[in-house]
């Protein structure tokens, strides 16, 4: 079961995985005060799988065809869990799934899906909605017309905040950006793998376009798309 918040006072509902938000909200069940204020609360990840990582090495491949169907939200949940999930505490931090210069973290994770534009928060597990149209069509576009990335149910999008790490290495830490981009990137696709997904990297987008697309904010650069489904 998964838990979805509304900003009005102590209103709360328990939710089946997969149901939608949108038919949610237009059933009168949840009443957001403001757009930016929707916050889905993830399933817990699972922290064993049933496919070894070996396995997961063995059978990855850049996946550029999908079946249009949609992955439910615990598939969701797992893939930005090994993307940027909390996988300890230690003096107070937050300590990610995949490896940060200084533990700074500077990487912010999206996922465009058919409802819309969502933001994950590390620390709670959980996505805030940042737009709520279908904006895959467009990131393909903007993508140079890889149409892969208009099929695949989710895609996601890893942006980096330079300045969090610039700020104490300096020019160093474009490239320490950059390289915890391509860590949280493998720890999708051999996830995918683990969930009986595909996946692909693209490296070929326009960023001030994506950026536009995704509503960001000025100080996040978009420096690697990822688009999961299940193969055709």
């Known amino acids: 079961m ?5 900003t009005s006072k102590n209103r709360r509902r328990l939710l089946k995985p997969g149901l ?4 949610l909200i237009s059933l009168g069940v949840l009443t957001p005060v403001m757009a930016d204020s929707r ?10 799988g ?5 396995e997961t090495i063995s059978k990855r491949r850049s996946i550029r065809s999908y079946h249009a169907r949609e992955l439910d939200l615990a598939a969701i949940s797992q893939l930005l869990w090994s993307a940027q999930g909390v996988t300890a505490v230690k003096s107070g931090r937050h300590l990610r799934a995949a490896p940060s210069a200084g533990a700074l973290y500077p990487m912010e994770v999206y996922v465009a ?3 819309g534009i969502f933001r994950y928060i590390p620390a709670t597990h959980s996505l805030e909605i940042t737009r709520t149209t279908d904006q895959r069509q467009a990131l393909a576009a903007a993508a140079y017309g890889q149409s892969y ?3 695949a149910p989710a895609v996601f999008i890893l942006c980096a905040v330079y300045a969090r790490v610039t700020g104490k290495y300096g020019k160093r830490g474009v490239r320490y950006t950059d390289m915890e981009a391509g860590h949280i990137a493998e720890n999708i696709h051999l996830q995918a793998v683990a969930l009986g997904l595909g996946s692909v990297p693209v490296g070929a987008f326009q960023a001030d376009e994506v950026r536009r697309l995704l509503a960001l904010p000025d100080d996040r650069e978009p420096i690697y798309i990822v688009p999961v489904g299940f193969a055709r």
Not at 39 to 48: A, C, E, G, M, S
């Open 20 to 23: 939608s938000f949108f038919l």
């Open 113 to 115: 899906k058919k409802d």
């Open 39 to 48: 916050i889905i609360t993830l399933p817990d990840p699972n922290l064993k």
């Open 149 to 151: 990335v208009a099929q």
């Open 2 to 6: 998964n838990m979805m918040r509304a």
């Open 50 to 54: 049933d496919v070894s990582l070996e």
